[in-house]
């Protein structure tokens, strides 16, 4: 019922910044969860980054914390994944999810309803 398109991939050197967007249209934005998952090659789906339906509240990778930062503004219909100090094995395809499950920022992907098509992240080194 919700569709979602991130932007905002692209190929940068370690220590760069990139800020991903996650587009939500087709039903009221504010009652889902949203969360940023990725994968590499070759390798499982992994969670990055969750955020609650106010944006009150987020949950992040370990790997991650300190360096990306979720977001999301209800009146543009937007959730963002802001990644800095980018490493090489940041790289991977970054997905945008929602969730319309009552679970508390939920990090199993079983538990998110929509997904988008995904954007390629590159890190070298």
């Known amino acids: 019922q919700v569709q979602l398109v991130e932007s905002g991939g692209g190929l940068l050197q370690a220590g760069g910044s990139l800020r991903l967007s996650c587009a939500a249209s087709g039903d009221t934005f504010s009652k889902y969860t949203m969360g940023w998952f990725r994968q590499a090659p070759g390798k499982e789906r992994e969670f990055v980054a969750c955020i609650s339906r106010t944006g009150a509240s987020a949950y992040l990778l370990d790997s991650v914390k300190g360096r990306f930062t979720i977001s999301r503004d209800n009146a543009k219909n937007t959730a963002y994944l802001q990644m800095n100090s980018l490493r090489p094995e940041d790289t991977a395809v970054y997905y945008c999810?929602?969730?319309?499950?009552?679970?508390?920022?939920?990090?199993?992907?079983?538990?998110?309803?929509?997904w988008g098509q995904g954007t390629q992240v590159t890190v070298s080194s």
């Open positions: 999810a929602a969730s319309i499950r009552t679970t508390y920022l939920p990090r199993a992907d079983h538990l998110y309803d929509y």
